[in-house]
């Protein structure tokens, strides 16, 4: 079975950094696409950041665009999520998330329901 173990979240101050991890584990190949999500209190899950390195995909939300930077180490099985400039609105539960293997994103931007497999989240929380 497939299973993610989100971990890296804390408290930091705005414009600080932290460095969040996807641990997979039971992935049969690399086709897999990876993404990051996150839900802040009353508001919906919204789609952060995806990679799938075999076929060259990386996407950015707009509004991580220039802070957040997503990479894998495809020998560990990890994905990670650095996020620097973090500010107040970045406060919310982060998930990793992977689609099944070979599966293409249909929907722009990747929605939650194109995603199989769900980490439990890790809380990251900004303060001003």
């Known amino acids: 079975d497939v299973q993610l173990q989100a971990s890296g979240g804390g408290l930091v101050q705005a414009g600080g950094s932290l460095r969040l991890s996807c641990a997979a584990s039971?992935?049969?190949?690399?086709?897999?696409?990876i993404a990051w999500f996150r839900q802040a209190p009353g508001k919906e899950r919204e789609v952060i950041s995806c990679?799938?390195?075999?076929?060259?995909?990386?996407y950015y939300a707009d509004f991580v665009k220039g802070r957040f930077t997503i990479s894998s180490d495809n020998a560990k099985n990890t994905v990670y999520l650095q996020m620097n400039s973090l500010r107040p609105e970045d406060t919310a539960l982060y998930y990793c998330?992977?689609?099944?293997?070979?599966?293409?994103?249909?929907?722009?931007?990747?929605?939650?329901?194109?995603?199989?497999?769900w980490g439990q989240g890790t809380q990251v929380t900004v303060s001003s």
């Open positions: 998330a992977a689609t099944r293997p070979y599966y293409s994103l249909t929907y722009y931007p990747p929605r939650p329901n194109e995603f199989d497999y």
């Open positions: 039971g992935f049969t190949n690399d086709a897999y696409t």
């Open positions: 990679i799938n390195s075999r076929v060259g995909l990386i």
